[in-house]
């Protein structure tokens, strides 16, 4: 019998793995799984969203919406996955940088002194940095070309069948 399949989120700051019980799976496959989610705890900003982990390019794709139902912004996470195929589980692990796209098109990229403070402090090493960093690059670099419309589809298509 297949176990049902479990989601982690795992983060440095703070320092926390939280299963994400009531998140919804839309789709799942082995590079791609789609989510719709409220927040876990109430906020005044974001309310509600879908996501798309894009785990062979290790970003993870959110589309955040205030509780009026507006878009917010885009929200990408860079992330490192581990399976265990056991248990049929995805810890996603949160390294740290991230970037916001607003629906004028800005773009917006955070945390990054959080990647040096922990690097300093021996939480993270040089080559989850530098894991990090290249995604992040890669990511902007698609942002920059205007090739990150596809990986909006990917969610816009999911959220019109939802």
Known sequence: MEQTLKLYRKRYIPNES???KDDTIL?????????SWKTLKPRKDINHGYSA??????????KMFHADGHLVYWYCDIIDTEYTKETN????????????????GSVKVLDLDEVADLL??????????????????????LIYQN???????????????A
């Open 18 to 20: 939280i299963l994400l």
């Open 27 to 35: 789709f799942a496959s082995d590079n791609l799984i789609i989510t």
């Open 53 to 62: 982990y894009f785990i062979d390019k290790g970003f993870k794709v959110s």
């Open 89 to 104: 589980t995805y810890v996603f692990q949160d390294l740290l940088a991230d970037v916001l796209i607003y629906p004028d």
């Open 120 to 141: 300093e402090s021996n939480v993270i090493d040089a080559p989850t940095v530098c894991k990090s960093l290249r995604i992040l690059n890669e990511l902007l670099q």
């Open 147 to 161: 090739q990150f419309e596809k990986y909006q589809q990917v969610i816009n298509e999911i959220e019109k069948k």
